[in-house]
């Protein structure tokens, strides 16, 4: 089953801190059947207005995953703080195409991904 979600760094931590709270302590055998996708959104305030840190973690693995959300296009469109006038690519084309090519995962532990991302449990 995969998960997509979209968002930013405070988001993704939030799932993953209730994942694990909800799903992973108390049934490890869902590890197995659910992917998480991180679709990254904005800015992170956490890294002093860089990219999302697990974001960049997973572009350096992989070249389609950096080219469709860390090139500069698509930082610019969810780095600002107000909406564009006009979407200058298709966005949602973007995050279906990495849907639909995401046959295989990284593993990417849950709890190395939330140390990544340096929040609080």
């Not at 572009?59 to 979407?87: K, N």
Request: with cysteine; hydrophobic share 45%; net charge positive.
């Amino acid at each position: 089953l995969k998960v997509v979600a979209v968002g930013g760094a405070g988001y993704h931590g939030t799932l993953l801190r209730c994942f694990v709270r909800h799903l992973g302590a108390k049934s490890p055998e869902w590890l197995r059947y659910l992917r998480f996708l991180l679709v990254p959104l904005g800015i992170d305030a956490h890294v002093l207005a860089g990219p999302h840190p697990v974001a960049q973690y997973l572009g350096s693995l992989d070249g389609r995953y950096g080219a469709a959300f860390l090139d500069p296009p698509w930082r610019e469109l969810f780095g600002r703080s107000e909406a564009p006038p006009a979407e200058p690519f298709n966005v949602a084309g973007r995050i279906l195409a990495y849907v639909a090519g995401a046959g295989a995962t990284h593993p990417l532990p849950v709890a190395e991904a939330m140390l990544t991302c340096k929040h609080k449990l």
